[in-house]
């Protein structure tokens, strides 16, 4: 492991069950760099208060470490604007603040709601909800036989009837980066409005939501090295201002009266309650570390890693890869070992120190599709190496013999 690497995050140094740590995955959650945690505790220790609430100095602390986290990420994804910068908990509250608070309230009967079958189940479960009480209909763009969004299908099934297109940037399954600049670009011609996860591409790829032209675009903060609780939802300005509060309560208000509320502007209209400032500055620590890093370097090493673990584990005749064989793939390998469910295979994994992910991955549609209740997945970051590969590659070759099959 790159020493600088090594040094920023200790976790990394530590064992799992007697053996060295190889954290594969990185899908799931990402771990956090000295720094990271070093500005929330800084914030913490030293300016903790209600942002937007006081007077008094704290609060204009609080309140000045929460706004310049809103314009680091507004830069980051080169928003237009601050104001399209909604705090969320996370990627699934963001979308679900879309589908309620946009697809409630613009969808009929006759519309159509178009994603594809790779979606996680936060970009999935809220649209078949607002489905089900608009009398919309639900849609599904299936793949080609190398996981790819088939072209046929996307050209069948966007329509002038397809009101909103949802879809992942980077499957959190297959690690395939989807076109999304030239779907977009598509729905729009049909008057769509477009739906981003970009959960699994915003921390690993550069992601300008002007360049894409995506109406909406959500992420969470904890995949890419910040703390949990602190999401993202991007919006254009002229869509939010149109669309009502998902949320109520205070610090989201203008006025209150006994039978009327009128609302506070952008984006604290989105924002009811006190808000995850500790996580705000964990996040936009996290993005001065990406930064540092380079997301050219980022790139680099999860394609790298990626294309030896997919070239080593094809040597081994008992294991099935999915969605490798396509070229537009980063950062995560998907597989089964033959007659091992993959929950013993993690098991026997993580008793070497290996941890990687193992279940249906919030995506069972897509599970049924590959025809698997479930699969294993290891998926990488930057401060990952080879040797990590090369351990997850000797600890699988141990799976049948450990369960008596070989």
Known sequence: MDKNFLNAFPILRSKMNGQ????????????????????????????????????????????????????????????????????????????????????????????EILITIAEHHSNLVPWQRVARATGATLNYIYLSADGNLSAEEIEKKLTRRTKILAVTQISNVLGLVNDVKTLAARAHEVGAV??????????????????????????????????????????????????????????????????ATTFAELPQKFEAGTQNVGGAAGLSAAIDYLRGVGFAQIERIERELTAYAIAELKKIPYVELYGCEAENKIGLVTFNVKDVHPHDVATILDAAGVAIRAGHHCAQPLMKFLGQNATCRASFYFYNTRRDVERLVEAIQTVRSVMHLA
């Open 20 to 111: 060295p740590l190889a954290y594969l995955d990185n899908a799931a959650t990402t771990q956090k760099p000295e720094s990271v945690v070093r500005s929330i505790c800084g914030y913490y220790g030293g300016c903790n208060a209600n942002p937007h609430r006081g007077v008094y100095e704290l609060s204009v602390k609080a309140t000045k470490v929460y706004e310049d986290a809103r314009r680091k990420v507004a830069d980051f994804l080169h928003a237009g604007s601050p104001k399209e910068i909604i705090f969320t908990k996370n990627a699934t509250e963001s979308l679900n603040l879309i589908a309620y608070s946009y697809g409630l309230n613009n969808l009929r009967g006759g519309d």
């Open 194 to 259: 477009v739906v981003v996860d970009g959960a699994q591409s915003v921390p690993h790829i550069p992601v300008d939501v002007q360049d894409l032209d995506a109406d909406f675009l959500a992420f969470s903060g904890h995949k890419m090295l910040s703390p949990m609780g602190i999401g993202v939802l991007y919006g254009k300005k002229k869509i939010l201002e149109e669309m009502p509060p998902f949320l109520s309560g205070g610090d989201m208000i203008e006025y209150v009266e006994e039978q």
